[in-house]
């Protein structure tokens, strides 16, 4: 049974077809959470993305690239912000919020063994901001945290349910792979996750498994060891 682990979160899952933030989204992930905190009593980091508000790659050429980066990390920043709010809420008062972007009035500055501390005494852990500097995708962001923070395995909670050989929402004959290794994941060039962050969890022999974030009230067979219903990658 999985002990520590750390979840990235995609921004999508805090918007709908009409907003960009929806608070009710917050509020549902929230109590999915915490109930399977409670049951499994895990613990648990979380990278948030902001892809609901701003995804800085997607910026029109014109504009920097670097502060189009920018622009999307303040976006995880507002999630993560979000979600800190509907977990104290909903009964997690300890909740941490923690940013490599230093907002000392919003957030505690991310320092690894402040992070390790508060897992230890199971707190709540979101992390956003990503790695605090442009160039660097909400992956490698979870890729290296999850190094630094000592976790066992990422969790991935993406918009379709593992990883395939080519994109399953435009070529129905797509091939889902169960269980798959970093390296194969690379040369493949799978899209679940940027090469670089394959490449950070392959030398830190960090598991990965990638799941529906449907399927996010299910976290607690994953903790326990049942990865069924998503793809494994491993080393």
Do not use: W
């Amino acid at each position: 049974m999985v002990k520590r682990a750390i979840l990235k979160i995609s921004g999508e899952i805090f918007g709908d077809e009409e907003n960009h933030i929806n608070f009710n989204k917050y509020d549902d992930v929230a109590k999915q959470l915490l109930e399977i905190q409670n049951k499994t009593k895990i613990q648990l980091a979380m990278v948030v993305g902001g892809g609901n508000i701003f995804r800085g790659r997607e910026a029109q050429s014109q504009v920097d690239s670097n502060e189009a980066d920018s622009m999307g990390m303040l976006a995880t920043i507002m999630n993560g912000i979000g979600l800190r709010e509907a977990l104290v809420r909903n009964g997690a008062p300890d909740t941490r919020l923690m940013t490599a972007v230093a907002i000392p009035g919003l957030a505690e500055p991310y320092i690894r063994n402040k992070g390790r501390h508060h897992l230890d005494n199971n707190r709540l852990v979101i992390i956003a901001g990503g790695l605090g500097m442009p160039g660097f995708s909400t992956d490698s962001a979870v890729a290296q945290y999850a190094s630094e923070l000592q976790c066992e395995i990422i969790f991935k909670a993406s918009t379709v349910d593992g990883v395939y050989d080519s994109d399953p929402r435009i070529n129905k004959n797509a091939n889902k792979y169960t269980r798959i290794t970093h390296k194969q994941a690379v040369d493949e060039r799978l899209k679940v996750m940027d090469s670089t962050a394959f490449t950070m969890c392959e030398r830190s022999n960090i598991p990965i498994f990638v799941f529906d974030i449907k399927d996010l009230h299910r976290l607690s067979e994953i903790i326990e060891g049942d990865y069924s219903f998503g793809t494994l990658i491993e080393g």
